[in-house]
C-alpha cells in the first residue's frame, strides 16, 4: 500500500489517480475532508488528517506500508494571513510526525514534495542548476518562511534516513503546471491572478494577450503529470535516493509560451493581439539538470510545452477534479 498525505490537494490528487491506475492500493489522506465523497466513490480509503497533530496518524494503516509520499504543505499561495507558526507546525512539525509514523510503522521509503525556492538566488544563471548546487535562498518574501521550513523538513528526513534507514526521496519542483485549485492564488497575502492562468483567460476572450517583461525570458515548465509520474517511478526503483530536480530540463520563453497559449486555446480565425509591456516586472528564468533523475529511474518528460497546453485545455473541458476547484476563487 502507498500513503500519500496531500491527497486533497493538486498534485496528490493527481498523484493518486496515477498510483491506482498502475493497480497500486492507495490509502489518501488530507487536511480538508471535501474530497471524502471522491475517494469513497472511487473505493480509496481516505482519511482526514492534520500533519501538525500526531493524535491523526492513528487513523492510518500500520502494516504492509510500501511507501509514504507526502505533497501536502504550508504554502504561500494559499495564505491570506501571514503566521510563521503555521508553516513551522505543517511543514516542520508535520513533517516530524510523518517520519515518527514512518519510523514506528517500518515503511522503507518516503517521498518528499520539497520548492525550488531552495536555489532561488540561481535562477537568473547562465546554465542548468543541479542537485551539486548549494543552497541559495532569498530571506525575503512570501516564500522566506515557507522555504526555511522545506529546508528544514528536508534535514528531518535525511536525519530518519541516517538515523533509522528510511530511505529518503526529495522533489525539489519548480512551479508545476495543470489544471488545479490556482486560478487565483496569494502573494504578499493579496489575490492575484498568476501570469500563465492570465494569458489562457485573455486569449480565451479574444484577446489581447500582454507579454510582460523581456519575451526572450525563459522558465523549465513542468507538468502535474509527469510529476505525478516520476513519483511511481521513484516508488518502483530501488536506486532512487536523495535530492532529485523534477522538471521538463527544457528552457520555455515567454514569447514561446504565448503563441503555444494562442495556437491551443484560441478560436478558429481569431486573430490575437499580443502587446509587449517590457516596463512590466516579469523576467525570472530557470532550468534545471534532471539526468540524475533520468539515470536513476527513467524519468522522461512525456509532456512538453505543445502537449502540456493541449492536456490542460482537455482536463479543464472535462473538468476533471472538479472537487479541487472549490477553493479556486480567492478575492470573493
Known amino acids: 500500500m502507498i500513503i500519500v498525505f496531500g491527497a486533497s490537494g493538486f498534485i496528490g490528487t493527481y498523484l493518486v489517480d496515477e498510483l491506482v491506475s498502475t493497480g497500486r492500493k492507495v490509502f489518501a489522506t488530507g487536511w480538508k475532508n471535501i474530497p471524502h465523497d471522491y475517494y469513497k466513490n472511487k473505493n480509496i480509503e481516505f482519511a482526514q488528517v492534520n500533519l501538525s497533530c500526531m493524535a491523526d496518524f492513528d487513523q492510518l ?5 510500501e511507501a509514504v509520499v507526502v505533497c501536502s504543505a504550508h504554502l504561500p499561495a494559499n495564505v491570506q494571513e501571514y503566521d510563521p507558526q503555521h508553516y513551522i507546525d505543517i511543514n516542520v512539525t508535520g513533517t516530524l510526525n510523518v517520519m515518527e509514523y514512518c519510523r514506528r510503522i517500518h515503511a522503507g521509503k518516503v517521498l518528499f514534495a520539497s520548492t525550488h525556492s531552495t536555489v532561488a538566488q540561481l535562477w537568473n544563471v547562465d546554465r542548468p542548476i543541479t542537485e551539486e548546487d548549494q543552497r541559495s535562498i532569498i530571506y525575503t518574501g512570501d ?3 515557507y522555504t526555511i521550513t522545506k529546508i528544514t523538513a528536508e534535514e528531518i528526513i535525511k536525519h530518519y534516513e ?8 526529495v522533489f525539489r519542483l519548480p512551479a508545476v503546471y495543470g489544471y488545479g485549485p490556482h486560478s487565483e492564488i496569494y502573494e504578499d497575502e493579496k489575490p492575484r491572478i498568476p501570469g500563465f492562468e492570465r494569458i489562457i483567460r485573455s486569449v480565451i476572450s479574444g484577446g489581447p494577450v500582454e507579454i510582460w517583461g523581456d519575451p526572450t525570458t525563459g522558465r523549465d515548465l513542468v507538468y502535474v503529470k509527469d510529476v505525478a509520474h516520476a513519483f511511481v517511478l521513484a516508488i518502483d526503483n530501488k536506486k532512487a535516493s536523495g535530492l532529485y530536480n523534477i522538471a521538463s530540463g527544457i528552457r520555455t520563453s515567454l514569447e514561446e509560451l504565448v503563441r503555444g497559449v494562442i495556437d491551443v486555446f484560441s478560436q478558429p480565425n481569431k486573430d490575437i493581439k499580443v502587446i509587449y509591456r517590457p516596463e512590466k516586472p516579469n523576467n525570472v528564468s530557470y532550468l534545471y539538470d534532471i539526468r540524475k533523475a533520468q539515470q536513476d529511474f527513467g524519468y522522461v518528460i512525456q509532456y512538453p510545452c505543445k502537449r502540456m497546453l493541449e492536456d490542460y485545455k482537455l482536463e479543464m473541458q472535462i473538468k476533471r477534479f472538479n472537487h479541487l476547484i472549490y477553493r479556486e476563487i480567492k478575492s470573493t
Do not use: D, F
Open 143 to 145: 516564500h522566506a518562511m
Open 61 to 65: 494503516p500500520k502494516e504492509n506500508i
Open 162 to 169: 541516517k538515523q533509522y534507514g528510511i530511505a529518503g526521496i
